[in-house]
Protein backbone atom coordinates (compact mmCIF):
# COMPACT_ATOMS: atom_id res chain seq x y z
CA UNK A 1 0.00 0.00 0.00
CA UNK A 2 1.58 3.71 -1.07
CA UNK A 3 0.44 6.14 1.46
CA UNK A 4 0.38 9.69 0.23
CA UNK A 5 0.47 12.98 2.86
CA UNK A 6 -0.40 16.53 2.41
CA UNK A 7 -0.40 19.24 4.36
CA UNK A 8 -2.34 22.76 4.45
CA UNK A 9 -5.34 24.99 6.25
CA UNK A 10 -8.06 24.11 3.79
CA UNK A 11 -10.20 27.22 4.97
CA UNK A 12 -13.27 27.86 2.88
CA UNK A 13 -12.87 24.96 0.71
CA UNK A 14 -12.93 25.39 -3.21
CA UNK A 15 -11.57 23.57 -6.11
CA UNK A 16 -8.04 24.61 -5.94
CA UNK A 17 -8.04 22.23 -2.75
CA UNK A 18 -10.21 19.68 -4.23
CA UNK A 19 -7.53 19.27 -6.88
CA UNK A 20 -4.44 18.91 -4.89
CA UNK A 21 -6.16 16.10 -2.90
CA UNK A 22 -7.64 14.43 -5.80
CA UNK A 23 -4.08 14.34 -7.15
CA UNK A 24 -2.10 13.39 -4.12
CA UNK A 25 -4.79 10.26 -3.86
CA UNK A 26 -3.91 9.57 -7.86
CA UNK A 27 -0.54 8.56 -6.35
CA UNK A 28 -1.23 6.15 -4.18
CA UNK A 29 -3.88 4.23 -2.09
CA UNK A 30 -4.02 5.67 0.93
CA UNK A 31 -4.27 9.93 1.75
CA UNK A 32 -3.26 11.55 4.89
CA UNK A 33 -3.71 15.24 5.63
CA UNK A 34 -2.35 17.19 8.30
CA UNK A 35 -4.40 20.16 9.02
CA UNK A 36 -3.48 22.76 10.37
CA UNK A 37 -4.82 23.51 13.45
CA UNK A 38 -5.94 26.52 14.91
CA UNK A 39 -3.09 27.45 16.78
CA UNK A 40 -0.69 26.95 13.93
CA UNK A 41 -2.63 29.17 11.87
CA UNK A 42 -1.14 31.75 13.90
CA UNK A 43 2.20 30.48 13.87
CA UNK A 44 1.46 30.87 9.65
CA UNK A 45 -0.24 34.25 10.14
CA UNK A 46 -2.95 32.97 8.92
CA UNK A 47 -6.84 33.60 9.87
CA UNK A 48 -9.18 30.68 9.15
CA UNK A 49 -12.99 31.39 9.10
CA UNK A 50 -13.27 27.84 9.65
CA UNK A 51 -12.66 26.33 13.05
CA UNK A 52 -10.06 23.56 13.32
CA UNK A 53 -12.74 21.42 13.85
CA UNK A 54 -15.02 22.29 10.81
CA UNK A 55 -12.90 22.28 8.68
CA UNK A 56 -11.77 18.81 10.03
CA UNK A 57 -14.87 17.39 9.56
CA UNK A 58 -15.14 19.13 6.43
CA UNK A 59 -12.04 17.14 4.95
CA UNK A 60 -12.86 13.80 6.44
CA UNK A 61 -16.38 13.92 3.94
CA UNK A 62 -14.14 14.36 1.00
CA UNK A 63 -14.07 10.63 -0.99
CA UNK A 64 -10.18 10.88 -1.75
CA UNK A 65 -9.07 11.95 2.01
CA UNK A 66 -8.66 8.95 4.08
CA UNK A 67 -6.90 10.42 7.42
CA UNK A 68 -7.12 13.64 8.77
CA UNK A 69 -4.33 14.36 11.35
CA UNK A 70 -3.85 18.04 13.17
CA UNK A 71 -0.90 19.92 11.94
CA UNK A 72 0.60 22.18 14.58
CA UNK A 73 4.08 22.68 13.94
CA UNK A 74 6.43 22.90 11.14
CA UNK A 75 8.88 20.18 12.48
CA UNK A 76 6.29 17.13 12.75
CA UNK A 77 6.39 16.01 9.34
CA UNK A 78 9.57 13.86 9.82
CA UNK A 79 7.80 12.16 12.56
CA UNK A 80 4.43 11.92 10.35
CA UNK A 81 6.39 10.29 7.65
CA UNK A 82 7.62 7.78 10.10
CA UNK A 83 4.68 7.35 12.13
CA UNK A 84 2.37 6.39 9.31
CA UNK A 85 5.06 5.37 6.72
CA UNK A 86 4.51 7.36 4.11
CA UNK A 87 5.79 7.03 0.34
CA UNK A 88 5.14 10.34 -0.94
CA UNK A 89 5.00 13.46 0.52
CA UNK A 90 2.71 16.20 -2.08
CA UNK A 91 2.34 20.16 -1.46
CA UNK A 92 1.49 22.53 -4.27
CA UNK A 93 4.14 24.34 -5.87
CA UNK A 94 4.09 27.65 -3.92
CA UNK A 95 5.56 25.52 -1.97
CA UNK A 96 8.49 24.48 -4.17
CA UNK A 97 11.85 23.21 -2.74
CA UNK A 98 10.44 24.17 0.93
CA UNK A 99 10.10 20.68 1.40
CA UNK A 100 12.96 19.12 -0.66
CA UNK A 101 14.87 17.91 2.94
CA UNK A 102 12.18 15.37 3.42
CA UNK A 103 13.28 13.58 0.47
CA UNK A 104 15.80 12.06 3.06
CA UNK A 105 12.80 10.08 4.22
CA UNK A 106 10.15 9.89 1.73
CA UNK A 107 9.65 11.13 -2.32
CA UNK A 108 8.35 14.79 -1.91
CA UNK A 109 6.84 15.68 -5.06
CA UNK A 110 5.48 19.84 -6.27
CA UNK A 111 2.28 20.15 -8.32
CA UNK A 112 1.07 22.89 -10.15
CA UNK A 113 -1.02 25.34 -8.07
CA UNK A 114 -5.04 25.89 -9.56
CA UNK A 115 -4.73 28.70 -10.73
CA UNK A 116 -7.26 31.72 -10.21
CA UNK A 117 -8.95 30.77 -7.24
CA UNK A 118 -7.66 30.88 -3.20
CA UNK A 119 -9.27 31.59 -0.27
CA UNK A 120 -7.93 35.08 0.13
CA UNK A 121 -9.88 35.81 -3.30
CA UNK A 122 -12.83 34.40 -1.83
CA UNK A 123 -12.49 36.68 1.22
CA UNK A 124 -11.73 39.59 -1.04
CA UNK A 125 -14.52 39.27 -3.47
CA UNK A 126 -16.98 38.47 -0.47
CA UNK A 127 -16.05 41.56 1.12
CA UNK A 128 -16.72 43.72 -2.28
CA UNK A 129 -19.93 42.59 -2.64
N1 LIG B 1 -3.59 24.85 -3.40
C1 LIG B 1 -3.63 24.65 -4.77
N2 LIG B 1 -4.27 25.53 -5.56
C2 LIG B 1 -4.89 26.62 -5.04
C3 LIG B 1 -4.87 26.83 -3.64
C4 LIG B 1 -4.21 25.93 -2.84
O1 LIG B 1 -3.07 23.65 -5.27
N3 LIG B 1 -5.53 27.49 -5.87
C5 LIG B 1 -2.87 23.89 -2.56
C6 LIG B 1 -1.70 24.50 -1.82
O2 LIG B 1 -0.55 24.56 -2.66
C7 LIG B 1 -1.51 23.52 -0.67
C8 LIG B 1 -2.94 23.03 -0.40
O3 LIG B 1 -3.72 23.40 -1.55
O4 LIG B 1 -0.70 22.41 -1.09
C9 LIG B 1 -3.55 23.66 0.82
O5 LIG B 1 -3.46 25.08 0.67
P1 LIG B 1 -3.62 25.99 1.99
O6 LIG B 1 -4.82 25.57 2.75
O7 LIG B 1 -3.44 27.41 1.58
O8 LIG B 1 -2.35 25.50 2.84
P2 LIG B 1 -1.04 26.32 3.21
O9 LIG B 1 -1.40 27.54 3.96
O10 LIG B 1 -0.26 26.43 1.98
O11 LIG B 1 -0.37 25.33 4.29
O12 LIG B 1 3.01 22.69 6.28
C10 LIG B 1 2.40 23.10 5.07
C11 LIG B 1 1.35 24.15 5.30
O13 LIG B 1 0.43 23.75 6.31
C12 LIG B 1 0.61 24.43 4.00
Redesign the pocket.
Given at each position: MKTVI??????LL????I??LHRAKAMGDYLIV?I?TDS?NVI?H?EAYHTFENRKMILEAIRYVDKVIP?DS?EQ?IHDIETYNVDIL??????EGEFDYLNEYCNVIY?????????SQIKDNLRNL
Open positions: TYGTFDHAGHNIGSFKKEWKVMGDDWLPRTTGIST
